[in-house]
């Protein structure tokens, strides 16, 4: 009896010992797990988030260009002078003297405005940034899983500090998928702790899923085109900028863009001057604005004098005297229609311009008034067409 009781105590001993053995162990596991699972997290969230984003977000600006010049069916995106032609006839169509001011006085923010406006219309209507989102976010968290798998080969056991691991991580997802990972954030005490790698690399794996289906469910949404614009490291609407922006020179008279398109030219060539009272030049000895173009002033013989040349008169036919890289061949006598576009536009805001300017309207010749908005617009595409040859030429 005495015995039997003994040995019911033991057993009740070695139960309830037991039954306490299991609650630490499985406070230690549980905390060992929640530990792993905090540096997963944690690591997700300051390195792999972002370096996910950057490489779904940077290439867009580039893509999103190429889609806009392939669906591009006016082949304005073909040359700097293409899309120039394309601004002219759009503000001729617009008929919008403020428009007009913008073009002639900050010709590359106009540029850069237009563009803009053309990006959002893309995007609006275009289903490729979606598409691409989605292509990328699955690539980039393949290759974070391989670089998990690879990093994990041959270890095994109990590590006594994660953020080496780590570190060996960020380098091989570096190497293998384009990208750069900030790791400043591996200094951190939570890193430097012992931790079991298996466990943790399936913490990892998980917390990387999670990040995949958070950012399928944040692209999802429908956001603003500007917005999104906004993320993008290299925006759309500048590389497609710098693709139609050309030669920077303006002409030293009237400012009108160089269009030569080689792009190791020494000479520099406007293929349309204007009249110069568009940029609120006047007559000489008088106060209404001048209705000469730069070719036609060379043309005629016609003096100057500005800070170029210390205010003494000068004529427009030695110019290169001071502008030696400039080429502006003098009109030829007959040639309308070359001309036609600038001087409707003249016409059309005379007097307009002359109180933008504070100066009297420019008398303008008599046939200037005849030439129609076809006219003007017929003169454009002439120009347009003509332009290939001119384009190319340089100093040679
Ligand atoms: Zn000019
Ligand atoms: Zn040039």
Known sequence: MHDRYAKDTDLLTFINGAKERHHWEFIYQFRKRDQC????????????KPTALDYIYRPLGMLIMEAMIDQDKTGQYLSPWAFNCTLLEELLVEDRFESYLEYLHSFDAFCLRKIQERVVVHL???????????????????????????????????????????????????????VEVPRDTLDSPLFSITTEWDRFVSCLLETLAELRLTLAKEFSQNIEVTKLLRVLPLKPQDCLFHKVRGCEKRCPFCKAPCAVQDTEHKE??????????????TCDNSCSLSHMSCPADIAQDNLFANKDTESKPLAYRDYRTIFPDWSIPPEEPGNQTLCAYWRYVMVRFNERFAEEYKQKPANLPEEWEKITHEEALESLKELREKASDFMTLSSG
Request: proline share 1%.
């Open 37 to 48: 699972q905090r540096m997963a997290q944690a690591f997700t969230t300051m390195s792999l």
């Open 124 to 178: 609006s209507v275009s289903e490729g940034f979606g598409k691409w989102r989605e292509e990328l976010l699955g690539e980039v968290i393949e290759k974070m899983a391989a670089a998990v798998g690879q990093t994990a080969q041959g270890i095994s056991g109990v590590l006594s500090n994660t953020k080496l691991l780590l570190e060996k991580l960020c380098l091989t997802l570096e190497l293998d998928g384009d």
């Open 268 to 281: 520099h060539r406007a293929r349309l001057h204007r009249p110069k009272g568009l940029l609120s030049y």
